[in-house]
């Protein structure tokens, strides 16, 4: 029986998205499970899986094209099965230059055969990045695709080279001017306006969503401080125990365990604002934001507050992997119902996040540091951590966000709470 591959919604406000490229020709084999395609959304790049084993007997939508989520996109089918492309709810568009670049004349050497370049996204970011037109770019991948290598060899290989000093001839000695004389000023140095650098999708994305959320929340902000030895203890032991599987729970984990435990206790924190209503998750999805070239994204630990530690670490570790290498899946990302920021790796002492809607809140996590501070009287060394919540004020109010900060700083204080 014939399976449709259809366009993936990957996160709750992707509308469309781009075939990046096919991974399979037609006709050619493929099995449950194993990557078909790449799709491109506003923020990352996505691997899509074969709905079902067979053979891919259609391409319905070809790479390069902006399509609809839900519209069939391939089909699968037996070796003798009759297909045929359905009909598409409305000619699919062509992808904007961020996806796509206009095919050169005949020449150039990165053109495919449908007249469209091929490139990686991590190629198309350089090659964005220093200017790179990848029509001239000569790739080495599959089918001609231009690799992050292709692009950088490009870049080596259009640096000027050093050209050996001219001999000089040496000049008679100035004539020194009396000291009474009035020298005029020389003209002021004017600089050279610097080069707009045009937006990447990613870029106007985030843009877009971080305006409106300032525009559309109304955020309050609790900043407490947090004593992280124990945890840090606690975390050596574990750390140690699971040396062995390859494991290293993180401080990023600990804190994900305890937002996912606190918000267990808080609903409020765990909810999303509507004209209608506020709407209750029944669920705890943790939304932790990776850094990636260019911008970053927001990837989903679905169900936090049943998983181990060990679990979080393990998905954390492979989710941000992914992200890092445009090699995301659906289900990485979107669907959260409170995220965290963590700048602890980058020395900050403390941040304000913005609310990521449509969640109630977001934690900015700061860095674990020795900092002196008074226990019974005395002056004493401790790693302290602060924490800033970023709450929605129409969904919850200082004082509930202030006992939910508090029980995820309790959490992590008595660490023994989040493995037990």
């Given at each position: 029986?014939?399976?449709?591959?259809?366009?993936?919604?990957?996160?709750?406000?992707?509308?469309?998205?781009?075939?990046?490229?096919?991974?399979?020709?037609?006709?050619?084999?493929?099995?449950?499970?194993?990557?078909?395609?790449?799709?491109?959304?506003?923020?990352?790049?996505?691997?899509?899986?074969?709905?079902a084993?067979?053979?891919?007997?259609?391409?319905?939508?070809?790479?390069?094209?902006?399509?609809?989520?839900?519209?069939?996109?391939?089909?699968?089918?037996?070796?003798?099965?009759?297909?045929?492309?359905?009909?598409?709810?409305?000619?699919?568009?062509?992808?904007?230059?961020?996806?796509?670049?206009?095919?050169?004349?005949?020449?150039?050497?990165?053109?495919?055969?449908?007249?469209?370049?091929?490139?990686?996204?991590?190629?198309?970011?350089?090659?964005e990045?220093?200017?790179?037109?990848?029509?001239?770019?000569?790739?080495?991948g599959?089918?001609?695709?231009?690799?992050?290598?292709?692009?950088?060899?490009?870049?080596?290989?259009?640096?000027?080279?050093?050209?050996?000093p001219?001999?000089?001839?040496?000049?008679?000695?100035?004539?020194v001017?009396?000291?009474?004389?009035?020298?005029?000023?020389?003209?002021?140095?004017?600089?050279?306006?610097?080069?707009?650098?045009?937006?990447?999708?990613?870029?106007?994305?985030?843009?877009?969503?971080?305006?409106?959320?300032?525009?559309?929340?109304?955020?309050?902000?609790?900043?407490?401080?947090?004593?992280?030895?124990?945890?840090?203890?606690?975390?050596?032991?574990?750390?140690?125990?699971?040396?062995?599987?390859?494991?290293?729970?993180?401080v990023?984990?600990?804190?994900?365990r305890?937002?996912?435990?606190?918000?267990?206790?808080?609903?409020?924190?765990?909810?999303?604002?509507?004209?209608?209503?506020?709407?209750?998750?029944?669920?705890?999805?943790?939304?932790?934001?990776v850094?990636?070239?260019?911008?970053?994204?927001?990837?989903?630990?679905?169900?936090?507050?049943?998983?181990?530690?060990?679990?979080?670490?393990q998905?954390?570790?492979?989710?941000?992997?992914?992200?890092?290498?445009?090699?995301?899946?659906?289900?990485?990302?979107?669907?959260?119902?409170?995220?965290?920021?963590?700048?602890?790796?980058?020395?900050?002492?403390?941040?304000?996040?913005?609310?990521?809607?449509?969640?109630?809140?977001?934690?900015?996590v700061?860095?674990?540091?020795?900092?002196?501070?008074?226990?019974?009287?005395?002056?004493?060394?401790?790693?302290?951590?602060?924490?800033?919540?970023?709450?929605?004020?129409?969904?919850?109010?200082?004082?509930?966000?202030?006992?939910?900060?508090?029980?995820?700083?309790?959490?992590?204080?008595?660490p023994?709470?989040?493995?037990?």
């Open positions: 029986m014939a399976t449709e591959i259809t366009m993936p919604q990957m996160g709750f406000d992707m509308t469309e998205g781009v075939i990046a490229a096919w991974l399979k020709n037609e006709g050619d084999p493929v099995t449950k499970g194993e990557p078909i395609a790449e799709i491109e959304t506003d923020k990352t790049t996505i691997q899509i899986e074969s709905f084993s067979g053979i891919l007997r259609k391409i319905v939508v070809p790479a390069g094209q902006r399509v609809p989520v839900g519209q069939v996109i391939g089909i699968i089918a037996d070796p003798d099965e009759a297909v045929s492309a359905p009909p598409a709810a409305q000619p699919p568009t062509q992808q904007p230059s961020f996806t796509e670049t206009p095919a050169p004349p005949a020449t150039a050497p990165a053109a495919s055969a449908g007249g469209r370049v091929i490139a990686t996204p991590v190629a198309r970011r350089l090659a990045q220093y200017g790179v037109d990848l029509r001239l770019v000569k790739g080495s599959p089918e001609g695709r231009i690799t992050k290598a292709d692009v950088e060899a490009f870049v080596a290989a259009a640096q000027p080279t050093a050209v050996p001219v001999p000089s001839v040496p000049e008679p000695l100035p004539t001017a009396p000291a009474y004389a009035t020298q005029p000023p020389p003209p002021p140095v004017v600089a050279e306006p610097a080069a707009k650098q045009p937006l990447t999708r990613m870029r106007q994305t985030i843009a877009a969503r971080m305006v409106a959320s300032k525009q559309q929340v109304p955020h309050f902000y609790i900043t407490v401080s947090v004593e992280m030895d124990a945890a840090l203890a606690l975390r050596a032991q574990i750390n140690e125990a699971l040396k062995a599987e390859g494991v290293k729970v993180s990023n984990d600990m804190v994900i305890a937002v996912a435990l606190a918000l267990r206790r808080f609903p409020n924190m765990n909810a999303s604002f509507s004209q209608d209503g506020i709407e209750p998750h029944a669920h705890v999805h943790i939304g932790c934001a850094t990636v070239p260019g911008g970053l994204v927001t990837v989903t630990v679905r169900d936090a507050d049943t998983k181990t530690l060990r679990q979080i670490s998905e954390m570790s492979a989710l941000a992997e992914r992200a890092r290498q445009n090699k995301m899946l659906p289900g990485d990302a979107g669907g959260q119902t409170f995220t965290i920021s963590n700048l602890g790796m980058y020395d900050v002492d403390n941040f304000l996040a913005i609310v990521n809607q449509p969640d109630a809140g977001i934690l900015a700061a860095t674990a540091k020795p900092t002196p501070v008074v226990r019974d009287g005395q002056i004493v060394i401790r790693t302290m951590m602060n924490m800033t919540l970023s709450g929605d004020h129409r969904l919850t109010d200082g004082a509930e966000g202030a006992q939910f900060i508090n029980e995820v700083k309790r959490l992590l204080e008595n023994w709470s989040l493995v037990l």
